[in-house]
């Protein structure tokens, strides 16, 4: 079964600096998905980021970017110039192919931005 | 707007008593999901459908059951409430594509005493 690691509980951050956000998963899998998650205090879940395992270009969003290591399956979630909005709970999740499409998270990584 | 709604934000139910959560979604997705998020824990999945009337198991299945009787409706049954299924409820949905992104409600913490 696949799992999902992510190995820092917290983290915190200055307001305008940059943090990264670790996420490794294990499979056997070639072809998947990968995504970032945030829950802000309001609990709603949105989605931050994506990446398609077959495509070698690491995805971004605006200040939100990955950096995908498919060998050493890694899958690690950088905020540029942090804003206080950023604070929340990041999830990594992992999507594989075959017959059920469930989500597999991980525990999650609460991130503190300091003023 | 999209929108995936749980009927309650909280709940607070006894032992032994049956428990309905309620997640009704307006973006005619294929497929709904319930997910149970603990401290720590992360979150895991107790049931997934993929269309109406079917059901898949998913990582913690037991203690619960679900129904989805109608495409937008997807409700998780909890028959005889524990302690240990205190927890924050999250129902979410999608098209069945696998890059598709999932729709999460805002989630029903449930304590049972």
């Known amino acids: 079964a696949q799992t999902v690691t992510q190995s820092q509980p917290e983290m915190s951050v200055q307001e305008a600096e940059t943090v990264t956000l670790s996420c490794t998963y294990d499979t056997s899998e070639s072809d998947y998905y990968l995504f970032w998650y945030k829950q802000p205090p309001s609990r709603q879940m949105i989605l931050v980021i994506r990446q398609e395992a077959y495509k070698q270009q690491n995805a971004t969003e605006n200040r939100f970017s990955v950096n995908f290591q498919k060998a050493a399956k890694s899958f690690s979630l950088k905020i540029s110039d942090s804003q206080l909005g950023d604070a929340a709970m990041y999830f990594c999740a992992y999507r594989g192919q075959g017959g059920s499409e469930k989500l597999v998270f991980g525990k999650g990584t609460k991130l503190t931005v300091n003023p | 707007d999209v929108k995936v709604t749980q009927s309650s934000r909280y709940l607070v139910k006894r032992t032994g008593e049956k428990v309905f959560l309620e997640c009704v979604q307006d973006m005619d997705h294929e497929n709904m999901f319930w997910y149970r998020q603990d401290p720590g824990l992360g979150l895991r999945l107790i049931y997934f459908s993929y269309d109406v009337k079917m059901k898949e198991k998913g990582d913690i299945p037991e203690g619960y059951s679900v129904s989805r009787e109608k495409k937008e409706r997807f409700s998780l049954i909890l028959e005889s409430a524990s302690t240990n299924q205190t927890s924050m409820y999250l129902c979410?949905?999608?098209?069945?594509?696998?890059?598709?992104?999932?729709?999460f409600g805002s989630g029903t913490q449930l304590s049972v005493l």
């Open positions: 979410a949905s999608s098209l069945p594509a696998r890059g598709e992104k999932l729709f």
